[in-house]
């Protein structure tokens, strides 16, 4: 066989993504591919599994049976996202341990909406609603992403996110519909949520430092501000059948662009959270560490018992 | 054994079809690995039947060998039935 050098390669890739054709693992890839896929899809399951504790803290008090047993499977869903995540981005040849022990470490990201506390019930429908809804209108487009097993990965994830939001909806229907305490608590809960969840689509295109090479690539298939906007778009509709409102007074639809203009994101707050300065960061952190630490010697039992008794 | 082995999880979705790929586990033994792809990928009625193999012992063709291995095939367009133009006249071939 001829030779191929590293520009062919390069050359081939390129062709690859111009065609729309998936990126596998054992295919060739730029080293800065590799690395940016590493940390993002690393990045992405940390996020599920510490999405896992706002929500976990309301099991005990979910106020019916059937809420509780919801609530169970959507958590029980995030690990399982995660579990797809670490999956994927074990084919690139890290390891899975590491990475989480990056993640306990804090040296890795996880996405800043958990920084934020679970006050009351209501969170829990609004989280549902609206981060997981966010959530989805980004995972619908990465379902497009030109690395094979982060698309495939996507896929599987909507389908079950759809489930989480529907039933966040459902617990933020119920409180609407209630009495005016339970009205001002879902209100309350919106207001508190609102500009975090925004915030999710992370810095505006101008300032998002990953965004443009990650375009190119195909990793990303949409900018931070489309998917902002669309998330906007489909959610005020929903925000006023429920008879609530967003905490923002410049949110007005606008016939000429066919968008909702929205007001001013506070980026300041989005940084000072992403430094760990937002609310629950330390508590969020402190919290895995003791699972994974009072988990060793479960772990390192099932070892001993695999070497005893294979 | 410092790490939980890797092992590649098959899904069957139901009778009647192949078991397909899905994904991956971490587990000490087979055994933790069924039950480990069962909650993983199998919370939604996914399948009827699961295997799981370490993943060391799977053997993928390189990619480089792509053209080598399959472009041979491209061109042997008479290995398919529609190559041979055949009267109209003649029923049921």
């Not at chain 1, 995972?139 to 939001?165: D, W």
């Not at chain 1, 195909?218 to 929903?238: G, H, Y």
């Not at chain 2, 586990?25 to 039947?49: F, K, L, P, W």
């Amino acid at each position: 066989m001829e030779h191929t050098t590293s520009i062919d390669l390069e050359k081939r890739f390129e062709e690859k993504i111009a065609r729309e054709l998936k990126i596998e693992p054992k295919d060739w890839m730029p080293e800065e591919y590799r690395r940016m896929l590493i940390r993002q899809i690393s990045q992405h399951a940390h996020s599920e599994v510490i999405g896992m504790l706002p929500e976990k803290n309301w099991l005990t008090r979910a106020p019916t049976l059937r809420r509780k047993m919801a609530l169970l499977a959507k958590i029980q869903d995030e690990a399982g996202h995660g579990l797809y995540l670490y999956s994927a981005v074990e084919t690139l040849g890290v390891s899975r341990e590491q990475l989480y022990r990056d993640f306990l470490d804090g040296k890795a990201k996880y996405s800043n909406i958990f920084n934020y506390p679970a006050l009351t019930w209501a969170d829990i429908g609004v989280i549902g609603w609206l981060v997981d809804g966010a959530a989805i209108v980004n995972q619908v487009s990465l379902q497009r992403t030109s690395f094979g097993p982060y698309a495939r990965a996507m896929v599987r994830i909507c389908k079950e996110e759809n489930f989480h939001q529907r039933q966040g909806y459902s617990i933020c229907l119920t409180l609407a519909r209630g009495s005016a305490e339970q009205r001002q608590m879902l209100q309350d809960a919106i207001n508190r949520w609102w500009w975090p969840v925004l915030m999710m689509f992370g810095p505006p295109d101008a300032e998002s430092k990953h965004s443009q090479k990650s375009m190119k690539w195909k990793i990303k298939r949409a900018s931070n501000d489309t998917l902002r906007q669309k998330f906007i778009d489909q959610t005020v509709p929903q925000l006023e059948y429920l008879g609530m409102k967003a905490p923002d007074p410049h949110l007005k639809w606008n016939p000429e662009r066919g968008h909702y203009d929205y007001g001013p994101i506070d980026w300041e707050e989005f940084w000072n959270v992403i430094r760990g300065k937002g609310p629950c960061n330390k508590e969020r952190l402190r919290t895995k560490r003791v699972a994974y630490e009072e988990g060793q010697w479960v772990r390192d039992a099932a070892i001993a018992y695999a070497k005893e008794y294979n | 054994m410092k790490e939980w082995p890797l092992w590649e999880v098959f899904i069957r979705s139901k009778n009647g079809q192949y078991h397909k790929h899905v994904g991956s586990v971490h587990a000490t033994d087979a055994q933790m690995a069924i039950e480990h792809a069962r909650d993983t990928y199998t919370r939604r009625n996914e399948g009827v039947s699961i295997w799981v193999v370490p993943s060391k012992y799977i053997t993928a063709s390189d990619p480089e060998d792509e053209d080598m291995l399959f472009e041979p095939a491209k061109d042997k367009v008479y290995r398919h039935p529609t190559f041979y133009k055949l009267p109209d006249d003649v029923k049921n071939i």
